[in-house]
DNA sequence: TTTT
DNA sequence: TTTT
């Protein structure tokens, strides 16, 4: 039977993305992000509750991410819900849970530089991202939405 | 800062929710719900992938969920994700991710029993739930949602 | 800015879906579908609040629409909002609101006909549907989800 | 039946809000939001699209729209689809549709003034809001959830 | 106009 | 462990 197995988060990374590139080509970035809530306790005072989430991304979404995300960054996140299982060393069960991530768009930046007159309209700026503080300006108006040839 | 940790889910319980009520007066559900995915691999061959999820429900929704919901009910899911985060007697961080569920409908229930001349309109029917296989029939039109105060 | 634009319904079409065949090639269908919502008013009445919602699939969902949906289906389904304006023969500025479905799912089918020995997997049957109150059994699994090529 | 009628939109308001202050006490605020969507044509030239949704916001979240948004404040929305449908003087059926919202988070903000040493964790501010451009600076962690008590 |  |  079909299902639906969807995330919606909107939060900020808690370091800068852990970009691999595999030698089969592929590349993959994980990020940390964190969300959080704010309520008050029956006291009335205001508590924040803040949740983590590991996130992964491949390919081209992988490559925008090491190119304009870094800590602090916020973004909103649509991607699905991945467990992987398997058996430790003393033979227990063991699942970890992430986000597969499908699209995500960067918040909040007014970005950087204005001049994005790329008539390529491509999102993928050529430079290699070489400063560790210094994320290239990301072209406005960037979805990042990758046709998902990995089904799982 | 504040964030949106939002989740979606449509699939089917693997089993009947499991139930504990609590001395405190609480009352938590736990259900196991597959989402399906179905895709071609690169052969055209079809190829199926189930994700498997942990949901917990809390008290109202918790009561609704053991009166109407059994192993292979199809329903709706809106929560968020939790991480609980511990350690093993061997001192290793350990990780266990869940649903919260906020709200829940049932789907493409042709509902068992048709006699809901329930007026009331109430959702919680008094008779208790004592057969196994034998779920109530919910009155129509009922989406769970629960005025959630507990926060996290 | 970059922004999303994300509609999520679960509800009933109010009738057989209406196809068009357009000369381009293309195929579009219009759907009508209800989201029930239910309530208690102050003095604890049930009461039933149904929203009509216009929906639009082109292409191959659109084919899946005319094949598998009726009058009645329960479908999940992911859009996005599109108004269109225009000026009437007054002169008055109009705007009309649709969704624009991007996939859709069908709930709680125990699927009619049970004989879907269809090994291709395919969605895409090929025989016309010509019976009114006759749709073809759906594939299983089914989670009819489009490369959008029409981005607006 | 029960439904699922749900929106999620994040983007930058055409202009401030509009508040009226009702005789029964309520305050209704109307927002516009422009959500844009960028894609390459066929001839891979980049294209922008903006769709323009209205919103409504009742009682607290409107206080809350008035006091601390602005036109092109970035928000992330939360709500329903709802058409009022009419006859107009010649007899024509009218629809038009908004978005109501039942919550919404601001994005981006790195919040003006950053001494939100606000103890009562209050996000309604006391002071009113005189200045057109000068909206009070939201106390971090907001997001505005209201205990929807209309339920349509 | 759906559904329960 | 579900569903089709």
Redesign the interface.
């Known amino acids: ?12 990374l808690g370091k800068d993305p852990e970009v691999r590139h595999l030698e089969s080509g592929s590349v993959v970035a994980n990020l940390t992000l ?8 029956r006291n ?6 803040t ?3 590991d996130l992964e991304l491949w390919d081209g979404q992988a490559k925008v991410a090491e190119q304009y995300l870094r800590k602090g960054s ?1 973004i ?1 996140v ?1 991607g ?4 992987d299982t398997w058996q430790d060393e003393q033979g227990n069960n063991r ?3 992430k986000i597969r991530v499908l699209s995500f ?5 007014k ?1 950087g530089a204005e001049n994005n007159s ?4 491509s999102n993928t700026m050529s430079q290699p991202n070489t400063g560790q503080q210094q994320p290239a300006s990301m072209p ?4 990042m939405e990758e ?1 998902d040839d990995l ?2």
Chains 1, 2, 3, 4 share one sequence.
């Open positions: 039977m079909a299902g639906v197995n969807k995330v919606i988060l909107v939060g900020n964190a969300t959080t809530e704010a309520y008050k306790d009335g005072n205001r508590v924040e509750n949740e983590w989430h916020q909103f649509e699905k819900i991945k467990t699942k970890r849970t768009t960067m918040l909040g930046s970005g790329n008539s390529s309209g406005s108006g960037s979805n046709e089904p799982f």
